[in-house]
């Protein structure tokens, strides 16, 4: 049986020696809600909140992503560097976006499209 997200945290910040309340100094994410978490009160946190877990936790954020039930085993059997660094910016801002800002990005990327389409590169 596979582990819970909670019980997946619960043991790696063990293995890393953290207290709850050292990961909220480092993260910013309340010890309550990490308590919450690793006692499977909340079961899907954001993306932003399994990256930051990941990066402090030192482990591959594809593991707290199928622990949460986010993506599947074979989902996440590409490595860690398939990811790129555009997927991980995203993934990391995606909650401070707002709406307005959301849409404003999407734009933009299908004006990146419709350009190299065009056969002329965008300079950034």
């Known amino acids: 049986m596979m582990e819970t997200l909670g019980q997946t945290l ?3 910040r063990g293995k890393v020696s953290l ?6 100094d480092s993260t910013g994410i309340s010890n309550a809600y990490l308590s919450q978490l690793e006692n499977d ?4 946190p954001s993306a932003n909140v ?3 877990l ?3 936790y030192k482990i591959s954020l594809d593991v707290l992503l199928v622990a949460a039930g986010i993506i599947t085993k074979s989902d996440s059997e590409k490595t860690h560097n398939d990811v790129s660094e555009f997927e991980r910016e995203i993934a990391f801002y ?3 976006f707002s709406p307005e800002e959301e ?7 299908k004006f990146l499209r419709s350009q190299n389409k065009n056969g002329s590169a965008a300079a950034i």
């Open 94 to 96: 995606k909650d401070k």
């Open 41 to 44: 009160k909340i079961k899907k």
């Open 10 to 12: 619960k043991a790696t």
């Open 54 to 56: 990941a990066d402090i």
């Open 103 to 109: 849409q404003q990005i999407i734009s933009f990327i």
């Open 50 to 52: 399994l990256y930051k």
């Open 19 to 24: 207290t709850l309340r050292e990961v909220e």
